[in-house]
């Protein structure tokens, strides 16, 4: 009994294994399993429907050629047409763009490099105080722009940075969330590379530049995504500090098209098209970098 | 960049060997090694201070003050937040926080883990599906905002009423009724946030041993009480930091109900910060706003510790 039941659970664990609940696509086809899979494809669907549908039809309607009707949102454009995003570029649009990417550029360049030199130090150096740094950046997690926008705001203001682009830059730049990851991923470097740079002579900073950055890129490429997506999904902040239409950001721009009423539907949804492309054309990098990083991890061990 | 590159490969740096020699000037070198740690963090803790520790304390201190532009500020001792405990409007904001955070974390996490159970598998198709459906958690809140206000038109015509229409279902109010408007709120918070948690709880599923799977089947336990046995208690760890990210992302809702409703209609989906920046923008009394950014500081910060400090005895228990 037990020695023929073995080679069958073998197998019953081997199909266990491609799914958490062992539901998985049947290879054969069989009355039961071909029931299981019509209510996967159902179910997909439904997933697929509520999830990807609705930003598919914010494409529709922010391409169509004909304006959408009061409330109407279209699955499908009635005829191409890029007239809705050349009346929004004209409402500003394209400043809010330019802005945004100058904003994202710096915001990230600085958020980056400085989370990397406080990575380099809390990864490889023990030192009297890391754990009150710790604690230190641990604490700065529970001040998020919302929290301490309005004192954050009269800083900016004492600082004469209202409606500038260091004012909407700097508040950006400290993040617990990099150099968490920074620290986590260069405590694995080995520290015999670095012990031979030490031999041949470099010092910390050379190291630093090196060996730890260059090892670092997976790592640093996940900072960057995650810091473009904070960086881009700002809102209260340059709400405060933005005074100017000169200033604006594309976020701004996007909520201000919504105020003003005149403008149809087909134009708002121009704008959030705009805002929203530059973070998924992000993501779909990021899913490539995140791959790659994982694998030169495992091969380094 | 060809020196960048150069540099990057495989660590011989014969230029310096032969100046650091035996050491000449290791005693100085050894004396000042405490420094170096601080130089490398003086740049991120000089952001954290002044763009992060000085307005968390600065808001404590204005929160004593009627704060005026041109006219200096007036002490005012705890008066602001004795105004705050008593502000029946700040009360019901607080109300709408806390129960929109609630109900939208608890909701993700129910929908993340249904949609990651659904799209774990390796496959293909599967996983064309699984990068789509994180799309709305890599879109900017402003133009998720933007796009269901405009789906959820109000009227009979509206994309989302005339789908429900089909069903012979509606036409919903959604956002321009007070009984309604909080809770449409929450499915597009929910519609933003589980695709995120589907993929911690994804990550969650891998990391399970498929051991326990496989002895559990052989013991004879259905896919419902696999579920029950195996999963959750894995994915335990997990939960919870959802969970606190969820709590923090929640108390400090604004973008989503600024641009969706203004906290109306009628006040009812006015949140914490909303009534912040309303205070602040419209009413001018920074004083006060300081002093509920600070009691919602205080309260984030009491939050996170006791989970965190909650895991940590878990984990030593």
Sequence with gaps: MAHQSAPRSEQRGHGVTTSALGLRL???????????????????????????????????????????????????????STGNMRTAWNLGLGQGLLNSLIIVAFGLLLQISVSAFAAYALARKRFRGASFVLLAI????????????????????????????????????????????LTGFMKQIPLELEEAARVDGAGDFRIFRSVIIPLSWPALGTCAVFGFLMIWDQYLLPLLIVHSPKMTTLTLVVTGLQASQEQGEGVRLAAAVVLMVPSILIYLGLQRLFERGLLSGSLKG | MAALRTSSAPVTLPAKRDRSGPHPGTVRAHRYRWVIPWLFLAPALAFFAVFKFWPSIWGVYLSLFHVQ?????????FANFSKAFSDPDLRAAVGHTVLDAAVAVAGSM?????????????????????????????TAMVAVAELWHALLFPGRYGAV????????????????????????????????????DMVIFIAGLVGIDRQLYESASIDGANAWQRLRAVTLPSLRPVTTIV??????????????IYVLTNGGPGGSTE????????????????????????????????????TLWWRHRRENA
């Design chain 2, 271 to 306: 949140s914490i910060v909303t009534t912040v920046y309303k205070t602040t923008v419209t009413n001018n009394d920074a004083g006060y706003a300081s002093a509920i950014s600070s009691l919602l500081l205080v309260a984030t910060i009491i939050l996170t510790s006791a």
């Design chain 1, 26 to 80: 049947p290879r054969r086809l069989t009355a039961r399993r071909g029931g299981r899979l019509a209510v996967r494809v159902v179910l997909y669907a439904i997933v697929a429907g509520i999830f990807v549908v609705p930003l598919w039809s914010m494409f529709a309607t922010a391409f169509s050629a004909d304006a959408p009707k009061l409330g109407e949102v279209m699955l499908w454009p009635r005829g191409l």
């Design chain 1, 138 to 181: 641990l604490a700065t997690m529970m001040m998020p722009e919302e929290v301490i926008g309005i004192p954050l705001y009269l800083v900016v203001g004492r600082m004469h940075m209202l409606d500038t682009y260091p004012g909407l830059i700097l508040p950006i730049v400290g993040w617990a969330l990099p150099i968490y990851v």
């Design chain 2, 161 to 196: 009423n005339s789908l429900l229409g089909d069903f012979g279902v509606g036409p919903l109010p959604f956002l321009s009724s007070p009984n309604s408007s909080l809770a449409t709120i929450m499915l597009v918070q929910i519609w933003k946030h589980a695709p995120y």
């Design chain 2, 110 to 138: 129910f929908v993340g883990f249904l949609l990651a159970l659904l799209l774990e598998a390796p496959a293909r198709h599967v996983r064309i599906l699984r990068t789509a459906v994180f799309l709305p958690a890599v």
């Design chain 2, 69 to 77: 532009p041109y006219l200096g500020d007036e002490w005012v001792g």
């Design chain 2, 243 to 256: 969970l606190i990210l969820g709590l923090i992302r929640g108390l400090r809702v604004f973008t989503e």
